[in-house]
């Protein structure tokens, strides 16, 4: 295809005047239609051509806000997962420590009980020893009342006196019931 004309082409083309040609002034009016109209073509595709532009400028500046965006939607996924793990590895040392601190005092607990358990074995047997080394020496006592003659006292320090027929009753008074463990 030829080089595209301009409207000035057009206004200036002259033809040869030939014997029996067109009208010089229908075909002078034809051309000067014919300028206007490219003209306005041309002007028309002026305007398409920046339109494109402006259209293919706005898809790369789109283009690079798409690229953009799913850069930082990436990131943020990215970011999110490692937050996720990072509060699932925290949970977890979390709970194993309180587990682990649940197990310590459970175990100082059950410790505490054994020994209180021991302590109160030990308790118990002391008593029961006191208990039989009390009645012994009440015995004792009342076999030595029982071979002597009782000693006068004095009547200002005197006690309330116990006989014979009642001590073995005070010292069954005096003897404490053994508790069941």
């Known amino acids: 295809m030829s ?17 029996r040609g067109y009208e ?24 398409l051509e920046r339109s494109v532009q402006v259209a293919e400028d706005q898809l790369k500046e789109y283009r690079g806000l798409k690229e953009s965006l799913q850069e930082a939607l990436i990131l943020a996924q990215r970011s999110a997962e490692e937050r996720v793990r990072s509060a699932t590895a ?12 649940s197990e310590r005092l459970l175990q100082e607990a059950e410790g505490q009980v054994a020994e209180m358990r021991r302590e109160m074995g030990r308790l118990r047997q002391v008593r029961s020893q006191y208990v039989a080394e009390f009645k012994a020496l009440l015995l004792k006592f009342d076999s030595l009342l029982g071979h002597q003659a009782p ?7 005197e006690p309330r006196e116990i006989s014979r027929d009642r001590a073995p009753q005070a010292v069954a008074a005096l003897t404490v019931p053994e508790e069941e463990p």
Do not use: C, H, W
């Not at 925290?90 to 601190?101: M, P, R, V």
């Open 24 to 47: 010089p002034g229908e075909v002078d009016e034809f051309l000067d239609q014919v300028a206007e109209s490219l003209q306005g073509y041309i002007q028309k595709a002026k305007d």
């Open 3 to 19: 080089e595209l004309l301009s409207p000035l082409d057009v206004v200036n083309q002259s033809f040869r005047k030939g014997f």
């Open 151 to 157: 000693a006068p006292i004095p009547e200002e320090d």
């Open 90 to 101: 925290q949970a977890d040392a979390i709970l194993a420590e309180a587990q682990a601190k």
